[in-house]
């Protein structure tokens, strides 16, 4: 079955460039989406077909798929993005979501 | 208010028989496919099942396939989860969840593979 490899952590200090990776065999072949969940929250997609961003998602979040990894970039990172950051792709008609990064900011 | 509201979870036996609802509101049920997934205690999320806007087609995680249903009414705007033979692993909060659906040359299709909108879930677990 097709899997998806997240760091479990990442650490950014305020205002800097974070940076979370997603790999996967030849990952970018596929589209690849990332969500964003806080504590007791629902997931909410920030990133969706590699790079388009919803409305009402902050431009400091963004997103690019090649060879076998997807990365989300938040640029000048806010306290308040301190979250679980989940990428996903599809495969053979199944869903697959990466293991998860908690991104801290401090 | 374009929502989705969860039902249905609460403490069941291992062995046992559980079904979730899933009340849509606010937008047009039937175009989109509609996905379950579930978030056990502290970990990550978990895909479970996915059906198409028709409900034709269904798809399911190796881990629930033969055990789980999924279908939905769009007369009703509700989709379910028939949950048979239920393990202390499938103990979580489970969520579902719309697919935004895509057009292109002039066609549309239910199933994007990916989720825009989720419901604040419902947990279901499974002890003794």
């Known amino acids: 079955s097709y899997e998806l490899t997240q760091p479990p952590s990442v650490s950014v200090s305020p205002g800097q460039t974070a940076s979370i990776t997603c790999s996967g065999d030849?990952?970018?072949?596929?589209?690849a989406c990332w969500y964003q969940q806080k504590p007791g929250q629902s997931p909410v997609v920030v990133i969706y077909q590699d790079s388009k961003r919803p409305s009402g998602i902050p431009e400091r979040f963004s997103g690019s798929n090649s060879g076998n990894t997807a990365t989300l970039t938040i640029s000048g990172t806010q306290a308040m993005d301190e979250s679980d950051y989940y990428c996903q792709a599809w495969d053979s008609s199944t869903v697959v979501f990466g293991g998860g990064t908690k991104l801290t900011v401090l | 208010e374009v929502q989705l509201l969860e039902s249905g979870g609460g403490l069941v036996q291992p062995g046992g028989s559980l079904r979730l609802s899933c009340a849509a509101s606010?937008?047009?049920?039937?175009?989109?496919?509609m996905s379950w997934v579930r978030q056990a205690p502290g970990k990550g999320l978990e895909w479970v099942s996915g059906?198409?806007?028709?409900?034709?087609?269904?798809y399911y995680a190796d881990s629930v396939k033969g055990r789980f249903t999924i279908s939905r009414d769009n007369s009703k705007n509700t989709l379910y989860l028939q949950m048979n033979s239920l393990r202390a692993e499938d103990t979580a909060v489970y969520y579902c969840?719309?697919?935004?659906?895509?057009?292109?040359?002039?066609?549309?299709?239910?199933?994007?593979?990916?989720?825009?909108?989720w419901g604040r879930g419902t947990l279901v677990t499974v002890s003794s």
């Open positions: 030849k990952l970018g072949d596929k589209y």
């Open positions: 606010g937008f047009t049920f039937s175009s989109y496919a």
């Open positions: 969840a719309k697919d935004p659906g895509y057009c292109s040359g002039g066609s549309c299709y239910s199933e994007a593979w990916y989720f825009d909108l």
């Open positions: 059906i198409s806007g028709s409900g034709g087609s269904t």
